[in-house]
């Protein structure tokens, strides 16, 4: 689930759909997506989202790390090493048909390829990416012709990030701002899709910026988003417990607004608030669970220290039943969310 960039997936829909007409321009990839914005706001994760919403797995995304290519040279690792060079043969080009292909099946044949921090790249794979993202083609080291005229191909980067942040204070978040009196929400949403894109045209060459169909610059995230993250993660948490000991853990008011406050960072974004989750939550409860202090079935209240500045963890019930725990574990209000998402995920995949 992707919380605050409505215009990213609203994006990818349109282009996927466009697709799925048969209306896009033939001999080119699906679509070219350039994502610009701060670390930490989600712009590799709805990469992610996107393959496990189209293609049934997170991880059918062939993801280059574009920071181990700023060397011309280093281009052989993608796409081989030509003959009479020495490692040819040992050479297994990162970007081969077989690696696009490896996710298709029978209900769905789409490649995720992922040029993650595109800006750290070296000018030799910028002008790679010109073939591909004009004509879906790409010639590997022994000649053999590698086509992504059925691939998606996202760009990330943090170009004007800094700017970015400098827009967003005094306040802290992307709500914080206005409420300071700094600027309306549309008015500061469209500076901070100024400073990025503007960013992005001063680094990249127009050959390169006419090749992308979508340049799309990620929001900061503010206190309504990291709230909806927060519950989220705590989610996902309680499914890993319930992979393991399953037991039921509650967090009061208190003890959300403490994670909150340890895990709010303008400049980091969701990751921070995770790190907050896995140091004050995770890892107490790893503790518990090692010294079989929490056992199966037990119901587990979370809340503040007597300073407040800590997590205390107290038994309130044990052994419950699973079908208890789970029953235990979201309201109506929240099962009616998450069928509602789960629905939209379907249909955006049809």
């Known amino acids: 689930m992707i919380v605050g960039q409505g215009e990213a997936i609203e994006q990818i829909i349109n282009v996927y759909q466009t697709y799925l ?15 610009l914005g701060p670390t930490g706001t989600g712009k590799t994760r709805i990469v992610e989202a996107a393959a496990e919403s189209l293609a049934g797995d997170a991880r ?15 281009i052989a690792k993608l796409i081989g090493s030509p003959p009479g060079y020495l490692g040819h043969r040992e050479t297994h080009p990162l970007l081969s048909q077989e690696a696009l292909n490896q996710f298709h099946n029978d209900r769905i044949k789409l490649s995720f390829v992922l ?12 002008n790679l990416l010109l073939g591909i ?20 191909i996202f760009m990330t980067s943090n170009l004007g990030a800094a700017e970015m942040d400098a827009m967003m204070r005094p306040g802290m978040g992307f709500h914080g701002a206005h409420a300071n009196g700094a600027d309306d ?12 894109v503007g960013a992005a045209r001063r680094k990249f060459t127009p050959e390169f910026i006419n090749r992308l169909d979508k340049i799309v610059v990620f929001n900061p995230l503010g206190d309504r988003e ?35 406050q340890e895990g709010t960072d303008a400049k980091y974004g969701a990751r921070h608030l995770k790190r907050a989750i896995e140091r004050s939550l995770v890892h107490p409860l790893a503790n518990l669970i090692a010294t079989q202090q929490v ?42 969310s998450l069928a509602l998402d789960g629905l939209a995920e379907k249909t955006a995949s049809r």
């Open 21 to 35: 007409a048969g209306l896009n321009p033939p001999s080119r990839p699906i679509g070219n997506f350039l994502f």
């Open 60 to 74: 059918a995304v062939i993801k280059i790390d574009c920071a181990e290519f700023q060397h011309s040279h280093e």
């Open 115 to 126: 040029f993650d921090e595109i800006e750290k790249a070296s000018d030799a794979l910028w």
């Open 133 to 152: 993202l004009d004509k879906a083609n790409l010639t590997l080291g022994d000649n053999r012709r590698v086509d992504f005229s059925n691939a998606l």
């Open 185 to 196: 929400p549309a008015a500061l949403s469209k500076r901070i899709k100024s400073a990025g």
């Open 226 to 260: 990291l709230r909806q993250i927060l519950k989220i993660e705590l989610l996902r948490v309680q499914e890993r417990v319930f992979a393991g000991v399953p037991f039921l853990f509650q967090l009061t008011d208190a003890a959300k607004e403490r994670l909150l």
């Open 295 to 336: 056992r199966a079935g037990d119901l587990i209240a979370v809340d503040t220290d007597a300073n407040g500045t800590g997590m205390r963890f107290d038994r309130v019930d044990e052994g419950l039943p699973v079908y208890t725990l789970f029953r235990k574990n979201a309201s109506d209000e929240d099962r009616i």
